[in-house]
């Protein structure tokens, strides 16, 4: 068996490269694939916990979660096409003269 200690080294791994990629990158796609990422570090650890305690209340959250990334692609997808029809590209700097 793989010790919990493992999955958490990973899933800093994973969260540290969304942090990067959200910090660096202007494009909206490369964005929102970098949260993604950072949700996904959030339920490999929600799923090593609970692994770690022998309950299943991790994984519970781990499909809360896997909803709320759903949710935010749905969102995410839809400021993406405003964002493109309005300014013909998907660069997020762009987006300052965003009025009413």
Known sequence: ???????????????????????????????????????????????AFSLQWGNVTGQTFGLFTMAIAAAEVAVGIGIILVLYRNFEGTDVTSATTMRW
């Open 1 to 47: 068996m793989v010790p919990a200690e493992w999955y958490l080294l990973l899933a800093a791994a994973v969260f540290c490269i969304g942090v990067f990629g959200v910090l660096t990158r202007s494009n909206a796609l490369m964005f929102l694939m970098s949260v993604e990422l950072m949700l996904n570090a959030a339920n490999i650890n929600f799923v």
